[in-house]
């Protein structure tokens, strides 16, 4: 398919990634995927599983213990994980596109060796902590601060929200040093768990992605080495965009896989139950509905390959990836809410899996930049 000018035909390794991802996600994610939402717990084994087949560090370079692949590979894998378990999801789109690929990209030598070669391999797993109770769209307003004290940096403050909050061994944590240079004056460290003062808050009691651990993050007094900020003095506030840009690419293959795995059943479903003397697939309004949820699933999935390409070719792709994650999102709400008609009432109870699958498309026009804010992020870069 040519779309933009761009050949969207997946290579033979698109379609083996595709298909290792949709046998991990089918054999070992979906057994035991309701009982982890139900009692809010992702299974360490299956997290060490995914480490070992590559799902961690997908485009991590070999030099580092990766997949060395490109953002498409990973965005064809993340849709195949999110349609069974979005909650593995998440937990794969931050470690891969925020830590993995914020530390490959901007971390020094050292750095790189120390953490991301552990990262890549799920050795080690990774959070991102940008959020603060003060400062969740409106992310300059960081409120954790960094004191420089020369061989180190004082850190204090809370972010919350964070994602693998407790799972996490590394996070990589926003904090204003020059709070007279605004979003200038923002560094971003790694921060080691077991650091003295940096303890694990409240863990979130969610409506979905309930097998992801969301906890808020407390700082006192912790001595952060210097040699673990990243890049140079205020580069914080750019590090957080530039890694969000991708990210949000990979919270859009989340998106597309709940929409797309919430269609699959349905399609199924609607072949299988008959009212009024035949199947329900053949009421025009069912076939309607499947309709335009097909084509919604497609629009989103060519947006979300879009980006990842304009990724992979080294061209801007900030507007792209708003769009891209503007549209999964929307569409995942959209077709898993219609996802939970078509069942009708055996929609409204968990067995049939869309009812987890709508809980679980909400938070993907929340996180990684509301839908609000990727309108906003959008609009200037038309209004350029
Ligand atoms: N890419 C690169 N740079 C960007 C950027 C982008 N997408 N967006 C902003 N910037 C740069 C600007 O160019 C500017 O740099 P200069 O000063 O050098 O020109 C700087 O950042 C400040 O930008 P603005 O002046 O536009 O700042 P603002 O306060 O008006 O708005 C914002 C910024 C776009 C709203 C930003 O705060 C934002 O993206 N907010 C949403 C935060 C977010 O996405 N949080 C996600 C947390 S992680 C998470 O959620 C993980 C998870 O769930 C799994
Ligand atoms: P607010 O910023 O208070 O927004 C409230 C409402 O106002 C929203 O509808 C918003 O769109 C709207 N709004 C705000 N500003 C504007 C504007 N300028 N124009 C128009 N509308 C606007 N953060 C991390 O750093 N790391 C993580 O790992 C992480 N994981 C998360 C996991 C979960 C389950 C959740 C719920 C959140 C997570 N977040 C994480 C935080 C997430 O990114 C924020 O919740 C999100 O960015 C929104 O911030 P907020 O909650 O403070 O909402």
Redesign the pocket.
Known sequence: AQLFGMDFNLSEEHLAVQEAASDFAQNHLLPGVLERDNEQKFDKELLRQMGELGFLGMMVSPEYGGGGMDTLSYVIAMEEISKIDASAG?IM??NNS?VCWGLECFGTEEQKQKYLTKLASGEMIGA?C??EPEA??????QHTTAEDKGDYYLLNGTKN?I?SGETSNVCLVMAQTNPELK??GINVFIVEKGLDGFVVGKKEDKMGIRASDTHTLMFTDVKVPRENRIGEEGFG??F???T??G??IG?AAQALGIAAGAFEISLKYSKERQTFGKPISEHQAIQFKLSEMATKVEAARLLVYKAARLKDEGKDY?QAS?MAKLYASETAMWVTTEAVQIHGGYGYVKEYHVERLMRDAK?TQ?????SE?QK??IA?ELLK
Not at 366 to 370: A, K, M, N, Q, S
């Open positions: 998440v789109s931050v925020l991102f940008l959020s969740g769209s409106d992310a300059t307003s929200w994602t979003h200038k506030f750019k957080a965009m530039s969000l840009n990210g949000r919270i900030i708003a938070i929340i996180y990684e930049g509301t804010i906003l992020v200037r």
